[in-house]
């Protein structure tokens, strides 16, 4: 008789002889990468030997004593596990969606329009070639010759896209049906099934950002679920797995989670300021991408709401106030993700007292009025005044005396398309650490380090000096720094006044009032610095009525979007687009010291902020043509805030200079 | 193949004999749904307009309606000045003349509006300027039919008319029309009439005001709008709300069944509004 420790022994024998089996196989195939097949021939003997023992062995010995309550069962779903991870590998919807899942994580990283673009293409055609059986591969094989003689143009206007396709379809319709006849595979109407193609073009365009350009196109708001579907729903990953055929425990195990992850995602939404892009141009497909990506910018990353909400679900269990609840939990843990990660992005590092102060500040920004008015990127500015200081720490020299006479080397670039007159000041400092004293920095003798700039274009190579006849010797920063006086940054918002209506003519005005003024924040160029202004009832309110008990405001903060400082502010004044400033017949005075808010001069800017508000000031009175409307007409007017100030760029490097050594 | 050239020689004689010739001049343009097309030529306004130079924006009206549309009036709503400036940002339409004998293809019109574009903001590329065209104008509605009173529909049989308590039409022509008629007798001698009336056209009416009402050759004096306050012959509408129901009652002197013709006839406001959008271009 076989005792129950033999039986064991034999058992844990033949665990120890199957696991070797993939490795053997391996070897004896002579390929390592026909360990997919070693495997699935190891698990099908597992299940074979399974079966064969009765269901009172077990194969697993781990398992051996929990698994005899439950008569087996958790063995037969390891089991069975095991052989649907195999099944489901050979499976191309499977596949495409583990391949598809894992490029969409590198692409979230790496933020490259073209791969992202690339791999779109190749998710589509395989789509069409293995998910769909090659229905409607002909029709994306043509979308794809079209797209690229084209130059990935998608047309401005939804029906001129659909006529655009439309000879595709019918194109590639004809040579299905025709294939059809000539193979005898079916009817030449039989054709038809490829209109199915349709849908993996539709798909690849989603993923691209179509969405996001629908945005523009049909003037949508954003609402949360929009943002959702933008930044967080993988699309192509999501559409293999749903087209995966295979049906076992794993597949529909990731089905369910893809299932909980859709509506976790799409009922939560993210934290919004909801707005459109006003970007207008023809797009091709990277203009969708970075209509994407600049979405994704703008929208603050934060916590993925998934993983919110599945810690708070298990934080808040039992509470019920207000502030402790699921809702306050997940508001909370978004908000805060969404400050750090902006502390993180300004170059705070975690744990510090500064990425503490830089939370605090964002935390008070969320309360403090002035500080909320928000400003976007004016996309239709492609070319902004920007300047950059470049070096490469290779061409600095390691050693250093009188009688070297090397310079350290930078560039300057500045980009100035609107031709502003410019004062450039260059300089640089070697700042000792530890206890290596600081050295005053000077550039080359021929070369000018403050000048009046004008030119739409500048790239100079400076060299930095050392203002001492002492040679160099140990550790310093290396501090560059190019101060532009005089930088003009101007920032317009549009409004339309109705004047004095009832509820319901305002209503009836507002569908027609939404698309005409599609943006309710300002815009600015991505400069240096820009002015964040809002007029009106209300920061997100567009329409500025004529009532005794409405308040018109001006709020205002200059925000620093550069990496380097603003010195000074020079001005800031309210103006009309020709230019022209408003007259008289604008009153915009402070609320307390019921002074003009319409200009500004030599405004001191804490440097240690990013976000400065300007004074607070009601509009207590304009012109009458504003205030006097019939019952249907409205009036659209642009406001500009021009903001001139100095600003410092400022980079710096550490470098160790050793001591010269003598013969 | 004998037989498919037997079913379509069948077919054509069947087809050819359900025709009546159309008698010149005896169209009935009150049918169906028609109304006023409004478009912008091509070209005016241009797809790019560049700054600081003038454009032209003509807009063709094509009265398609049954009914000649007066007191019109076109609109630009929306461009903002900062950007584009219209020298003239309505016209009046006095008159335009919509189908009938005289004029069977209805009338056309042409309005231009001159404009001159401004400075793009700085040194964008690019603006895009939507605005909407408005046409607002009043016209008409007339709704005539023949219809069977039987003044005593419980009575013995009657070898007059069969009443048709409810009857649907598809309109009378215009964009606002009426829909159904009902027919309700209220012993011993009254009847009660309701006339649906619906927006079918893609634009919004205001106001509508029923102007007359006869029964044969009796004026129907006491009709009201059930949606407007007591017996009201006008009323007002909303976006949401682009029906309406008149109930006239009236005083019947025959007692056996007759045919005898419904006439009413309505004025209303409408309007349509076409969204567009502006070009400046460096």
Known sequence: MVTKGEKEGAIDADFTEAAKAPERTAEKQGDSGKNAEAQEKWFKKLAKHNVGRGSSDSYFPTFQKWTKASGGYAKDLAVAGGQGTVNSIKDPGFFLFIFSGFAHIILKLVQNSTWEILLGVIFMFFFAWLIMERQGLILVIFFIIWYVLKGGVVFHDPLAMALSILPLLLFAICVRGVFNLVSQQGGFLQGANESVGLLAIAIFLVDLGLIAFLTEWLHLPLSPLLEASIYYIPWWPLVFLFRTRRENLVINFLKFLGIVYIVIILTFGIAPTAYTSSKSALPGAEEIVKAKQELREKLPPGENPAVSSFKCLWGTLGKVDTENNYEACVKKRQEDSQFKAFCIKEGYTEDTPAFGQCMDERRKLKDDLARQATGIVDPTIKEPTWAEIKFDVNNFPKIYDDSNLLGFPFELSIKNPRRQTLTVTVNCNFKGTGSTPSVAGKLDEGQQNSFLFSDTLLSQTYFCFPNTKEPLKGDYKLELTARLDGVTTKSRITRAFIGDKTVAQRDALLPEINRVVPIVESQAPPEFARINFWLGHSKTDRIIESKPYKLTLFVANVENRGTGKIVAIDDYHLEFLDGTLLDSSWNIIEAISQQSCKQSTNLLFDSSQKIMPLKTCKVTDYPEDLKELPPDDFDIATFVASLTYDYLLNVSTPISIKPVILP | ?282
């Open chain 2, 1 to 282: 193949m004998k037989k498919i050239l037997l079913l379509v020689l069948v077919l054509i004689v069947v087809v050819s004999c359900g025709q009546t010739p159309e008698k010149k001049g005896q169209f009935n343009f009150k049918q169906g749904t028609a109304e006023v097309n409004m478009r912008l030529l091509d070209g005016n306004p241009p797809e790019k307009i560049y700054p600081n130079s003038q454009f032209g924006l003509i807009v063709e009206l094509d009265n398609q309606a049954a009914y000649d549309i007066i007191n019109g009036k076109i609109q630009l709503v929306g461009l903002d000045k900062s950007f584009f400036e219209v020298e003239s940002e309505e016209e009046n339409v006095d008159l335009l003349l919509g189908k009938n004998i005289l004029t069977p293809g209805g009338e056309k019109k042409f309005f231009e509006f001159r404009g001159q574009a401004k400075s793009l903001f700085q040194n964008a590329e690019e603006y895009r300027g939507i605005y909407f065209l408005k046409l607002r104008y009043n016209t008409a509605l007339d709704f005539v039919d023949t219809i069977c009173i039987n003044p005593s529909p419980y009575g013995f049989y009657d070898a007059g008319c069969t009443v048709n308590p409810r009857k649907t039409y598809s309109g009378q022509g215009g964009p606002f029309a009426v829909t159904e008629l009902e027919e309700i007798v209220i012993p011993p001698n009254e009847i009660e009439f309701r006339i649906h009336l619906r927006n079918r056209g893609r634009g919004q009416a205001d106001f509508l005001i029923l102007e007359t009402a006869w029964l044969g050759d009796e004026p129907l004096a006491n009709c009201g709008f059930l949606e407007g306050k007591g017996i009201s012959r006008a009323l007002d509408l909303t976006a949401e709300q682009q029906e309406a129901t008149v109930i006239c009652r009236h005083t019947l002197q025959e007692t056996k069944s007759y045919t005898t013709s419904f006439v009413a006839r309505f004025q209303y406001r409408y309007e349509i509004k076409q969204e567009h959008s502006l070009r400046l271009v460096k």
